[in-house]
């Protein structure tokens, strides 16, 4: 991938978050875009961790064992908030708010170091 490209991509989920933020606290029922939003992203993070094992050098770290854990918690939280389980919605919105400075800290990355070779 090219530098422009993830950079680009990286921006429009940044949006994402900034869009689902905004969704969610002006309208009563826009919270099920945040809950799809972390669904997405924990889904994408999944199969971006699990479809390319032979990049891990040896055997897995536990960083890799820990993000895949904690968006598969992600994953089933946004679930049970789906069908009301308070807990799980501010679960939800923990991982929503992880997920944003993720991804602004990612975007200031983006911005100022050239990024070809990270992926």
Known sequence: MSDS????????VLAA????LGL???RKRGAWLFLALNAVL?????????????????R???QIVAAA????LVLAM????ARGVRLARWGSWLAFALHFVASIL?????LLFKIDRLI
Request: charged share 10%; proline share 2%; aromatic share 10%.
């Open 42 to 58: 924990a889904m994408a993070a999944l199969t971006q961790l699990c479809t390319r094992p032979w990049s891990y050098e040896g």
């Open 69 to 72: 854990m904690f968006e598969v």
């Open 17 to 20: 978050h900034v869009v689902a």
């Open 78 to 81: 946004a679930g049970l908030a």
């Open 106 to 110: 990612a975007v200031a990355y983006a």
């Open 24 to 26: 969610a606290f002006l």
């Open 60 to 62: 897995l770290d536990t």
């Open 5 to 12: 490209l993830i950079t680009a991509v990286i921006v429009i």
